[in-house]
């Protein structure tokens, strides 16, 4: 594939480009069997309007081996960088001054910015947000899932729900407008089996904790979803699965290659690495993000040799 794709990782530095970048100092070929696709989660739904990216996470994929990663990029980190000559850098050449959740929304926001991150096809604050995250971390983003609050329930639904078993009890936000079931004011400790309705709510909820411990309950859920789902699971639930690409989830995979995606990691082993760009490790407010980039480089080499990364 190509043309909308390609904007997505952004036509990078120019050759004259003298200026710092980060890298994560793992090569393009080492790497040629990796895809990554960000998948950002809106907190637009029933009962709200606008959208905020308040869950982005980076699933890289080894296709060879079907081993593939989860790496939460926290949507209050500060001073992303963009790529240089875009748009949004002749605006901030020193970083973003605001969260990095909202480069969506200024992107779509602004008329003159809308058609400089104009794809077919792609909204313009994915263009602006997948460059950003792919420019900040080095690494190249070849594909997008966008999911609001309604399209993530329908997907984990089409997809027959997921079963967590949950060390502490969590106290679940109210649940949204239209939701097709209704789940008690906390679940767990325990094993719990969620629909899309109590899967969401998991994701969302941030009481008694924060939004670090969100973005780890968010990647425990799809480690547990992509361990779960088989071949037979995807190939059943097709139909539904295309239903919710054509709804309020949007992405660059066709319906059959998503599928295809689920298919090759489901398996006991299938997510092997699960990393947050979080505090400790992440100091949001002022990150190093040359540091940020080698942990992902250093995550999706894990995928190709099989040997963990140690996050």
Do not use: C
């Not at 969620?194 to 904790?209: F, I, V």
């Not at 547990?224 to 037979?232: D, F």
């Not at 992440?282 to 480089?297: E, F, S, T, Y």
């Amino acid at each position: 594939r190509g043309g909308a794709l390609d904007a997505l990782a952004g036509a990078g530095p120019p050759a004259d480009h003298a200026s710092w970048s980060p890298d994560s100092g793992v090569s393009a070929e080492r790497l040629a069997d990796v895809t990554t696709v960000l998948l950002i989660g809106g907190d637009s739904g029933p009962g709200r309007t606008g959208l905020r990216t308040d869950a982005m996470m980076l699933f890289s994929l080894h296709a060879p081996s079907g081993r593939a990663a989860l790496v939460s990029v926290p949507r209050d980190l500060r001073r992303a960088l963009f790529p240089p000559g875009s748009a949004l850098e002749g605006r901030h050449p020193y970083g973003y001054d605001q969260m990095l959740n909202a480069v969506y929304i200024t992107a779509t926001s602004n008329r003159s910015l809308r058609s400089a991150y104009a794809v077919e096809g792609v909204r313009p604050g994915v263009v602006a947000l997948a460059q950003t995250i792919g420019y900040s971390l080095d690494v190249r983003i070849d594909d997008y899932v966008l999911v609001d609050m309604q399209g993530f329930a329908d997907l984990i639904d089409a997809l027959g729900g997921v079963t967590l078993r949950l060390t502490k009890e969590i106290p679940m936000p109210g649940n949204v407008p239209g939701a097709r079931s209704q789940y008690p004011e906390t679940i767990g400790p325990g094993v719990v089996a969620m629909d899309g309705a109590t899967a969401l709510g998991y994701a969302r909820s941030r009481y008694g904790d924060n939004d670090y411990y969100r973005a780890r309950r968010q990647r425990d859920l799809l480690a547990e979803l992509a361990r779960q789902i088989s071949v037979t699971d995807v190939a059943l639930s097709f139909g539904e699965v295309a239903d919710a690409v054509g709804g309020t989830l949007r992405t660059s995979l066709t319906p059959d290659e998503l599928a295809d995606t689920l298919a090759v990691i489901g398996g006991e082993t299938a997510v092997v690495e699960s990393v947050g760009l979080v505090p400790p490790l992440v100091n949001v407010a002022r990150p190093d993000l040359d540091a940020m980039a080698k942990i992902v480089g250093a995550v999706q080499v894990a995928l190709v040799t099989g040997v963990p990364s140690g996050y």
